[in-house]
């Protein structure tokens, strides 16, 4: 979302017309087309359906470059968030079966894989907003190389049990029951769902503001996401060793106390030089939220990937609400306010980490 100034400028939406159609109605589609998928999952070849999942992204992506109405970039997005759980879902349940190091280790990697993605993506935005250019063009780029991602998973051949060998005893809706009587899994879902906060959203709110309030060219804000990107990567690149000496609890709190240090380092409008030096500073610090808190949900219900990833989408209100109450809040504010308002992300680790009795993981 580092192209959010181009995406208002070319759909006349103000602030909050963008985080309607950009995150919450999107958000609200996908989320209930994803649930139904990542459970029926468990059943199906995994790989085919990843395979799928890109193709159908790739559409998406394009058909978000080529529409000129903001709900026609609602439904595309809307798509595309739904392709893209899908094929993120089937292969983070693929490392974690293949992984036999534990579900912090692949979750670890997933999010280090991730991360470098993240990298590139507002780089490609900047590099096509520099060029003059807006973000249809960024799209068609992104939906390239999606297709690139595609042919590599086609061309990575390995075995996997066949369909009717995954089918158990247990029914899907009688999973779904045992996993609503886990309290511990929903209290891990909705800590991994309130990381939602800070990825795409802090760096639409700090691209808004360079723009808007900075007069910084868009280009410009565009590649400063990019350092919080950065900072992730190398958040991810030493969790491992981490985690392994001192704890996946400790550095939860840690990392949430550092989160919350950094935003409030954003709130008085710093030059964007600072203000792109504190988000890899919060890139660093946020990097071990989500996947270590995605982890603890998977152990709680092992097996059964695709359950937890269903039950995570009743978190989906999160990804919904928060965006119109940010868009709410810039519109009312001020975009200062409304990144004082994702201090709630970290305090939110902060609460689950410190509360949970399990063993220090």
């Not at 990567?233 to 939860?252: E, H, P, T, Y």
């Not at 890899?280 to 059964?304: I, K, N, Q, T, W």
């Amino acid at each position: 979302m580092a192209g959010a100034p181009s995406v208002e400028h070319e759909l006349g939406l103000d602030h909050r017309g963008y985080f309607v159609f950009a995150f919450a109605v999107p958000l609200v589609i996908a989320a209930v087309l994803e649930a139904g998928v990542a459970a029926w999952s468990d059943f199906v070849s995994r790989r085919k359906l990843m395979a799928g999942a890109q193709l159908v992204l790739a559409a998406s992506l394009a058909l978000a470059g080529v529409t000129h109405r903001a709900w026609g970039l609602a439904i595309a997005l809307a798509v595309a968030g739904t392709a893209s759980g899908i094929a993120c879902g089937a292969a983070q349940a693929l490392m974690l079966e293949e992984d036999s190091r534990g579900t912090d280790h692949a979750m670890v990697r997933w999010s280090l894989f991730s991360s470098i993605g993240d990298v590139l993506t507002p780089l490609v935005t900047g590099a096509v907003l520099a060029l003059g250019r807006s973000y249809r063009s960024a799209m068609f780029v992104i939906a390239g190389v999606v297709l690139v991602q595609l042919a590599g998973s086609l061309a990575v051949r390995r075995d996997e049990p066949p369909a009717e060998e995954k089918e158990d005893s247990e029914p899907i809706l009688r999973a779904l029951a045992r996993a609503a009587r886990l309290p511990r899994l929903w209290l891990w879902l909705f800590a991994s769902s309130s990381c939602t906060l800070l990825d795409e959203i802090v760096i639409a709110l700090v691209a808004l503001r360079m723009v808007n309030a900075q007069s910084v060219d868009p280009s410009r804000a565009a590649l400063s996401a990019t350092a919080f990107a950065v900072g992730a990567v190398l958040g991810d690149s030493v969790m491992d060793r981490v985690v392994a000496r001192f704890g996946s609890k400790r550095l939860l709190i840690v990392s949430a106390l550092a989160s919350a240090v950094a935003l409030v380092a954003l709130m008085p409008t710093p030059h964007p030089l600072v203000a792109t030096a504190i988000l890899f500073v919060l890139g660093l610090a946020c990097a071990p939220h989500h996947p270590l808190s995605l982890a603890r949900a998977y152990d709680e219900m092992p097996g059964r990937p695709g359950i937890v990833q269903a039950s995570l989408q009743a978190f989906a209100i999160i990804d919904v609400l928060a965006p119109i109450a940010l868009g709410l809040i810039v519109h009312r504010w001020g975009l200062t306010a409304a990144i004082g308002c994702l201090l709630l992300q970290p305090l939110v680790i902060l609460v689950s980490s410190a509360g949970h009795r399990g063993a220090d993981r």
